[in-house]
């Protein structure tokens, strides 16, 4: 099963939001920037079997 869009919810009162722990200027961090993640979603999105097992994970998660 591919994995869901889930809503965008209220923030978390004491969890920081990745984005202010990492540096932007890090080459991985940018190199993330540089990938395109919708080809490797809709590549990879194709191997996921609806209904059975447990729910997908983003492909940037894996």
């Given at each position: ?11 978390e009162?004491?969890r920081?939001?990745?984005v ?8 991985l ?6 990938i395109?993640w ?7 999105g194709l191997l996921y079997s609806?209904?059975v097992?447990r ?8």
């Amino acid at each position: 099963m591919p994995p869901k869009s889930l809503p965008q919810e209220q923030p978390e009162l004491f969890r920081s939001a990745l984005v202010k722990l990492v540096d932007p200027k890090h080459p991985l961090v940018r190199l993330a920037g540089l990938i395109g993640w919708d080809r490797f979603a809709d590549a990879f999105g194709l191997l996921y079997s609806d209904g059975v097992g447990r729910p997908g994970l983003p492909i940037r998660r894996v």
